[in-house]
């Protein structure tokens, strides 16, 4: 079993930028990609940045790329934290963001791998 928690949303200003961390906790996760994913009201959820645990190779959806960045810690072979940065942000960036654990896979594309475990989600408004 992965758990993933995640933490530091909240109300950011317009042009301001957020910084998101998921601890994720399971067994050996080496082969494991994060992925973080948001949701806003009336809309399906969608994907934003996603990092392999193993070589840290990063991918970045249309929606944020060139404001995003997204960085693994390993704390042992079992429990790593990942973040998520956005930086110049507007009010469609309000969602609740969630990170996700998957098995990576090669040959598709992040946002068609099917994510197996999920954290609870933080709200993150951006509004003056």
């Known amino acids: 079993q992965v758990q993933l928690v995640e933490s530091g949303g909240g109300l950011v200003q317009p042009g301001g930028s957020l910084r998101l961390s998921c601890r994720v906790s399971?067994?050996?996760?080496?082969?494991?990609?994060i992925g973080w994913f948001r949701q806003a009201p009336g809309k399906e959820r969608e994907g934003v940045s996603c990092?392999?645990?193993?070589?840290?190779?990063?991918?970045?959806?249309d929606v944020v790329k060139g404001r995003s960045s997204i960085s693994r810690d390993k704390v042992k072979d079992t429990e790593y934290t990942v973040h998520l940065e956005v930086t110049t942000l507007r009010p469609e960036d309000t969602a609740i963001y969630y990170c996700?654990?998957?098995?990576?896979?090669?040959?598709?594309?992040?946002?068609?791998?099917?994510?197996?475990?999920w954290g609870q989600g933080t709200q993150v408004t951006v509004s003056s």
């Open positions: 990092i392999s645990l193993n070589d840290g190779a990063t991918w970045h959806a």
């Open positions: 399971g067994f050996t996760l080496d082969d494991y990609a």
């Open positions: 996700a654990a998957v098995e990576e896979s090669y040959g598709s594309s992040w946002l068609d791998w099917e994510f197996d475990y």
